[in-house]
């Protein structure tokens, strides 16, 4: 069965999987981050994702964004369309428009994911993450820190980085393909410090996002 890793973020959210060695994020709609977005049409139409977001620069009173920020409130409701939603229902919905991406992509159902959270979430914040996940029937096997997640991606990469580094240059300066690369402990050190420096700029919702993905796949039954 696929377990997927999934960021639900404050502004954009992400979904990936491990495979093949490496962890794989699905474009949905056209783009890796979807927008945590939810709106309704005039006709009580719910949208979630871009086009939630692009009908919010029209109807901001029916849109809702960064629903995150209001998880743990059990008193908190947002009016769309005439009904109220908890932040748990908006953000099933996000949840719900990526499984169902990463589903239509891989050709079968999802059913596990690991979700990435905030380092300073509260219980209750981490309790309706879960409850997100699992109102649309989806197996949450763990809920990750984001620091953790991404750290978990960011090591990977940089070895990997490392050794392709230290294998091409032992290549150029050996007259044999054969012998494997010998580098000392604290150049593969240094390699490695700067690979994880390099991936530490880039997109943090991609990182926790790729991070949760490959404990998805050690997690998965």
Not at 5 to 12: E, H, R, V
Not at 154 to 166: N, P, Q
Request: proline share 5%; with cysteine; net charge positive.
């Amino acid at each position: 069965m696929n377990a997927v890793g999934i960021d639900l973020g404050t502004s954009n959210s992400i979904v990936a999987i491990y495979r093949r060695g490496r962890a794989e994020s699905f474009p949905i709609e056209g783009r890796n981050l979807v927008p945590s977005c939810v709106a309704v049409k005039s006709d009580g139409t719910l949208l979630v994702g871009t086009q939630a977001k692009t009908r919010s620069l029209i109807e901001p009173t029916q849109s809702v964004l960064a629903i995150k920020r209001h998880m743990g409130d059990r008193q908190y409701r947002v009016n769309l369309g005439g009904r109220e939603y908890s932040p748990v229902d908006i953000s099933s919905m996000i949840l719900k428009k990526l499984i169902d991406g990463a589903s239509e992509k891989l050709g079968e159902p999802v059913k596990e994911a690991v979700i990435s959270v905030p380092a300073y979430f509260t219980n209750n914040q981490k309790e309706d993450t879960r409850a997100a996940g699992e109102k649309i029937g989806l197996k949450v096997l763990a809920l990750v820190p984001e620091p953790t997640a991404a750290a978990i991606a960011s090591t990977r990469a940089a070895i990997r980085r490392s050794w392709s580094t230290t294998s091409a240059a032992a290549r150029s300066t050996s007259p044999s393909c054969r012998s494997r690369p010998t580098t000392s402990k604290s150049k593969r050190s240094a390699a490695i410090t700067l690979s994880a420096a390099r991936t530490s700029t880039a997109d943090s919702s991609t990182s926790s996002c790729r991070g949760c993905a490959r404990w998805a796949n050690s997690q998965a039954t």
